[in-house]
C-alpha cells in the first residue's frame, strides 16, 4: 500500500489547515472515543490530527514535524491518489514540482532552510536527478544553517543517491556540526537500507 506525503504551503497555519480539511465533505475527522480525555489532548498538543476519506479506507494523517514545525499529510489507503487531488485542491499543498520552485527561488537563508525542509518532506517518491541536483547545491551553500537544513531534510528521503554527498559533506564541510549530522544521516539510512515509502510519480 503506497504512503504519500504532501506538503504544506510556507503561509499556511497549521489550524487553517485542520478547519479547510473539516470542510471537505468526502473527509471526517476521527474521533477518538477510547481513548482518555488526557490522551486526546496530549495527541491534539502534538499536533496529530487523522481523517479519513468517504471510502471508509483511506486515511489523512495531519502531522507537524516537531523538528523543523512545519505541517505535512500523510496519506494511506487505496484512495491516496484521489485524496492528493482533492487536497490539492483545496490551495493548502505545493506539489513537488511547486516545491522546487520554492527552492529555485529562495534568497534568503530563512527561506532557504524553509524550502529545502518542504522538498525533503514533498519527497516520496522515487529518486528524481533535479531533486538531487537541489540537495547538492543546497549542502555547498555558503550560510551553514542552509548546509545543516540540507543534510536534515535527506532524512525525509531516503534515496541511497543521497550517499555521496552525504558522504562529502560529512568529510569536508569546514563546520564540525554539518559533518557529525551527515554522518549520522548516512549511518541511521544505511541501517534502514536506504528504504522509505515510495510510489511512482
Not at 497549521?14 to 475527522?29: C, D, T, V
Not at 512545519?70 to 489507503?77: A, D, F, T, V
Amino acid at each position: 500500500m503506497s504512503q504519500i506525503r504532501l506538503c504544506t504551503r510556507p503561509q499556511v497555519i497549521y489550524m487553517n489547515l485542520l478547519e479547510a480539511l473539516s470542510r471537505e465533505s468526502r473527509l471526517s475527522m476521527l474521533k477518538a472515543q477510547h481513548e482518555s480525555v488526557e490522551r486526546r489532548d496530549l495527541t491534539a498538543e502534538a499536533g496529530y490530527y487523522t481523517f479519513v476519506m468517504d471510502d471508509h479506507s483511506t486515511l489523512v494523517y495531519v502531522i507537524i514535524d516537531q523538528s523543523t514545525s512545519i505541517p505535512y499529510l500523510l496519506l494511506s489507503g487505496p484512495s491516496a491518489e484521489e485524496a492528493a487531488r482533492l487536497l490539492y485542491e483545496t490551495g493548502m499543498v505545493g506539489s513537488a514540482d511547486e516545491v522546487i520552485q520554492w527552492c529555485l527561488q529562495a534568497d534568503t537563508t530563512e527561506d532557504k532552510m524553509d524550502a529545502i525542509c518542504r522538498l525533503g518532506i514533498a519527497s516520496y517518491f522515487l529518486p528524481r536527478h533535479d531533486i538531487v541536483e537541489i540537495f547538492t547545491r543546497y549542502m555547498q551553500d555558503t550560510d551553514v544553517r542552509v548546509r545543516q537544513s540540507a543534510v536534515f531534510a535527506t532524512s525525509f528521503v531516503g534515496w541511497q543517491d543521497f550517499e555521496p554527498i552525504l558522504l562529502r559533506t560529512a568529510e569536508r564541510d569546514p563546520d564540525e556540526r554539518v559533518s557529525m549530522i551527515a554522518e549520522s544521516a548516512i549511518r541511521i539510512m544505511r541501517e534502514s537500507d536506504w528504504k522509505a515509502e515510495k510510489t511512482t510519480r
